[in-house]
Nanobody, 115 residues
Framework: QVQLVESGGGLVQPGGSLRLSCAAS????????MSWYRQAPGKERELVAT????????NYVDSVKGRFTIARDNAKNTVYLQMNSLKPEDTAVYYC????????WGQGTQVTVSS
């Protein structure tokens, strides 16, 4: 059974940092591309960042380039999203995603950027 469990969200001031984690189980993590999405209130879910199975290639939505970094530890079956220089418009629920024939999602973790 595929499970994705996100953690690390919270309330942070503009300019601050957070590190999200997603612990994966139930599939061969080291062979799968992993992604982070986010969904702000009243908006569609948006792809934020993707990392290939070995971590050799990453991609980001333009709005987070230079501020966010996706990384993975295949020994720990965990994918991370380091978020720096956070802005109010980064406020959203952040979801971990794996495509394994179907799209699998975690429960999400709330990130709120506000002074």
């Amino acid at each position: 059974q595929v499970q994705l469990v996100e953690s690390g969200g919270g309330l942070v001031q503009p300019g601050g940092s957070l590190r999200l984690s997603c612990a994966a189980s139930g599939f061969t993590f080291s062979s799968r591309t992993m992604s982070w999405y986010r969904q702000a209130p009243g908006k569609e879910r948006e792809l934020v960042a993707t990392i290939t199975s070995t971590g050799s290639s990453t991609n980001y939505v333009d709005s987070v380039k230079g501020r966010f970094t996706i990384a993975r530890d295949n020994a720990k079956n965990t994918v991370y999203l380091q978020m720096n220089s956070l802005k109010p418009e980064d406020t959203a629920v952040y979801y971990c995603n794996a495509y394994i024939g179907n799209y699998y999602w975690g429960q999400g973790t709330q990130v709120t950027v506000s002074s």
